[in-house]
């Protein structure tokens, strides 16, 4: 492991502990004084900033944390930081980003234009001021790479990383509260012809990012948005416009989108075609997998963080799933011998994050954390056993393929150390 | 009845004009693209060559633009390198798929010959996509191919001969039919996890 990225990591780490991670840490009050007040306070008052004592930042692969910052951008993208996470909602600025190895483009609003034509009646060209004159919606959903818990790149294999952390191990889902136009309008305004079966959608990116999706999807739940969080989708989400396929896998939410085409077949674009099918033991792949199944991690404590004391903690994470609603979290302490039902924050929403939560004692004995979720279709968040079963595979496969598992949604389990120390547990 | 054929027209004319403006259920909001619009946007191509452009290229046509355009990326003879992918590889490459190391290359890997030809077009090189004229990217396939030993080194490839190339992998995506694809039951789905 190189050093320098390991202090870098360091840092990162003391610095959220500084913003409060470190439950337990305690210094004397001292007297009150007048807080000093922050230069550029102006400036600050026009379009706010977080605290400078707040650093929690995006990442990118495990024990190379600096890779985006220095290098060229990269394949493998940057993750949230959920181990700092509140609430269910993700700041836009810190939403993961994946744009395979391509730069954001700098999109004029005022000259970007979404185009629908192909079988359709009447091929239609929009203004995104036009699109802002429709009917809107507003709705909570997750976004998440396929490959999120499971990635591997040059610096390893995340899910067998011992000092994995949220972020590392689930940093590539991400969720916003976006605001658009439903596409079933748009479709309908143009005329879907009978026979077209499928939409493609494409960006107005660098590798004009292009991916097939059934019609029927389209219709009904798809959004063309233009809001993300209260205020313009941010340019690494696609601003002016992104597509949001709620519930599928990250790839499908073409951001900058220009371009939808009606089609009567899957176009067999490249990224579908050839880097999201999922490989299977027999070297067939399955491909257009699409929803996302059911899958929740406990955010805290989890690993890198450190229990200084103990005695009283909330445990605390994050639940979602393609198929619906969250609709009961389970945690055990106790290595998964026993559950107990967690309490489900409000808003609980449709393939939105859920957030949850449960009080826990640490009596300071080892003890393993982990969350099991279930969904509103009854499907329940698999163990690394029993998934590895449904793929017909067995835990060693996990183990040593070099590559992503796609849609990885295994029960995390955290390891509490006696020294109050937490690490990656699922091997 | 030169009045009956008037209003007949008139009736006719009517009736387009009102389908036209029953269409629209917001007035004013988007307008018609016209033609060219639409061209200059349209690049995908089908799997089955839907939308491939008149032009042609060989192998030999491929290594020239190949050294000067994409060798910096990609390695002197398509190895890879820090920024590209490997893209030259083919039967070895097809044979790791059931290894602990799969190797998803272009040759050993992808199903579709058109996907080649329409990934070209629109991104490469690198930032510059669209920049390569319709011969070139034929050219660029062919070599490609040819060098994963897909197809022969003098094979030309256009529209008509590009769609067939036959690719190793063809055959190693489930499930087949397209018209499975988003049917949960033909896929044999169970509780959201397909086999």
Not at chain 1, 24 to 40: D, I, K, M, Q
Not at chain 1, 188 to 207: C, F, H, M, R, Y
Not at chain 2, 127 to 148: C, H, M, P, R, W
Request: charged share 20%.
């Amino acid at each position: 492991m190189n050093t320098k990225q390991t202090d870098r990591r360091r840092f990162l780490k003391s610095g959220a502990a500084l913003a409060g991670l470190a439950v337990g840490a305690s210094t004397g009050a001292g007297p009150l004084a007048a807080e000093p007040v922050p230069e550029r306070i102006d400036e600050l008052h026009l379009y706010g900033e977080r605290s400078h004592f707040v650093d929690s930042v995006r990442i990118g692969s495990i024990n190379n944390p600096e890779r985006h910052l220095e290098n060229e951008p990269s394949a493998f993208g940057l993750k949230t930081p959920l181990q700092d996470s509140v609430g269910m909602l993700t700041p836009a600025s810190l939403h993961f980003i994946v744009s395979h190895g391509f730069d954001p483009p700098d999109i004029d609003p005022e000259q970007h234009r979404l185009l629908i034509h192909g079988m359709v009646d009447h091929p239609l060209i929009f203004t995104v001021d036009e699109l802002k004159r429709l009917p809107s919606v507003s709705r909570f959903h997750f976004i998440e790479c396929h490959g999120n818990s499971s990635t591997a790149g040059p610096g390893g294999v995340t899910r067998l990383a011992l000092n994995a952390t949220a972020q590392d191990t689930h940093g590539f889902t991400s969720c916003s509260q976006w605001t658009g136009v439903p596409l079933s309008l748009l479709l309908k305004e143009a005329g879907v012809q009978k026979g077209a079966t499928w939409i493609l959608a494409e960006g107005a990116d660098p590798n004009k990012h292009s991916k097939s999706i059934p019609l029927a999807k389209a219709m009904d739940d798809a959004l063309v948005a233009y809001g993300q969080n209260g205020e313009p989708v941010r340019p690494e989400q696609g601003f002016p416009l992104r597509l949001v396929v709620p519930g599928w896998q990250g790839i499908n939410n073409v951001k900058w989108l220009r371009r939808i085409d009606l089609v009567d077949e899957p176009y067999m674009a490249m990224m579908e075609s050839t880097k999201y099918p999922t490989l299977k033991l027999d070297g067939k792949s399955r491909w257009f997998e699409l929803e996302l199944g059911p899958k929740s991690v406990i955010t805290r404590p989890s690993g890198g963080h450190h229990l200084s004391v103990n005695g009283f903690y909330e445990i605390t994470g994050l639940a979602w799933s393609g198929g619906g609603a969250i609709r009961r979290v389970e945690v055990s302490t106790d290595g998964g011998r026993t559950w107990k039902e967690a309490k489900l924050q409000d808003p609980v929403a449709r393939k939105a994050h859920t957030r949850f939560s449960i009080s826990w004692n640490w009596n300071g004995e080892e003890a393993v954390l982990q969350s099991r979720c279930t969904d509103d279709q009854g499907v329940v968040q698999p163990s690394l056993a029993e998934l590895a079963k449904l793929r017909g595979a067995d835990l060693e496969y996990f183990r040593t393929l070099t590559a992503n598992v796609g849609d990885f949604n295994a029960i995390q389990p955290w390891k509490v150390n006696r020294d109050g120390s937490i690490q990656n547990a699922l091997f | 009845m030169r009045f009956s054929r008037l209003l007949a027209a008139a009736i006719v004319l009517l009736a387009a004009s009102a389908s036209l403006a029953q269409t629209p259920t917001y007035s004013n909001v988007g307008r018609t693209p016209t033609k060219e619009e639409i061209q200059a946007w349209d690049i995908s191509i089908g799997p089955d060559g839907k939308g491939l452009p008149p032009g042609q290229g060989t192998s030999k046509q491929g290594e020239a633009i190949y050294t000067a355009k994409c060798a910096t990326c990609h390695g002197a003879a398509g190895e890879g390198g820090k920024i590209g992918p490997r893209l030259i590889g083919g039967k070895a490459d097809l044979e790791s798929l059931t290894t602990i190391r799969p190797a998803r290359t272009i040759g050993g890997y992808w199903p579709y010959a058109t996907t080649i030809w329409d990934y070209i077009h629109r991104a490469m090189p690198r930032n510059q996509g669209g920049t390569l004229k319709a011969d070139e990217v034929y050219a660029l396939t062919a070599f490609i191919l040819a060098k994963s030993g897909i197809i022969q080194e003098n094979d030309v490839m256009d529209a008509q001969s590009l769609p067939k190339v036959q690719m190793l992998n063809r055959n190693g995506f489930v499930p087949q039919k397209f018209s499975d694809i988003p049917d949960e039951k033909k896929r044999g789905c169970h509780e959201g996890v397909c086999p």
